[in-house]
């Protein structure tokens, strides 16, 4: 079973930051947050992770709050091309899996 | 470089017939996964290899058999395809398994599997 549970679906306006919530109640202390998306029919692709600190890149920013029970995926200016499945994943340690949830359909509209 | 690759894009199978799936890197990745993903569904792990020459299962390896002879490839082996085999099949590599920096999964663009 999936330890992530998110919005089923969310909308965003092209230009503004998408906010994608993630509860992860049951993380334990050494495993990761990751957020992966999927744009429709293609691979999974990767978009960030972290422990228990804010991380960002070139692609999005992850906030965890400081219990680690939960987190925000923030994309600053959302773009028609944002339009995709986001899943946030609870890392398992052993052996690299993924396991991934439901995720939320982000739709970005202009 | 390609990334991660995948042959056929596209089959249909009658039950009963068998196939195998290709993945193939060239990041010279350690860890490589086989995932399948049903309609309005997350992947969910079918095998996985943490180097060459080994396979562990993963949620979902019924049906399915993998082999990892040399590390940029990896197969799926269908040996009696079922109509519950009907899916999308991903495959992804790693750099290595354990958390954190390196961990991240590339994904190849999948395969359209239809089994009737």
């Known amino acids: 079973d999936a330890k992530t549970t ?27 947050v990751y957020w992966y998306r999927q744009i429709h029919s293609q691979g999974p692709q990767y978009i960030i992770h972290g422990l228990k600190n804010n991380e960002t890149n070139e692609m999005a920013s992850l906030i965890i709050t400081e219990d680690r029970k939960s987190s925000t995926l923030i994309l600053p200016h959302a773009t028609l091309r944002d339009t995709a499945v986001y899943y946030c994943i609870v890392r398992d340690n052993q052996g690299g899996k993924l396991i991934f949830g439901q995720g939320t359909e982000l739709s970005v509209k202009p | 470089n390609a990334g991660v690759t995948q042959t056929p894009k596209f089959r249909v199978l009658k039950t009963g017939q068998s196939m195998t799936l290709l993945c193939a890197q060239d990041m010279n990745h350690e860890y490589m996964y086989w995932y399948r993903q049903d ?44 109509p519950s085999q009907t899916s999308v099949y991903f495959c992804a590599s790693s750099p290595h398994g354990g958390p954190g920096a390196g961990s991240e999964q590339f994904f190849g663009p999948g395969t359209r599997l239809t089994v009737l």
């Open chain 1, 6 to 32: 998110q919005p089923p679906s969310m909308d965003c306006a092209e230009g503004r930051a998408a906010n994608l919530p993630c509860n992860h109640s049951t993380i334990s202390g050494n495993e990761y």
């Open chain 2, 39 to 82: 309609p309005g569904m997350g992947l969910r792990l079918i095998h996985y290899s943490v180097g060459e020459g080994t396979t562990a299962k993963g949620e979902v390896p019924d049906g399915y058999n993998v082999s990892r002879l040399k590390k940029q490839n990896f197969l799926l082996g269908l040996e009696s395809a079922a």
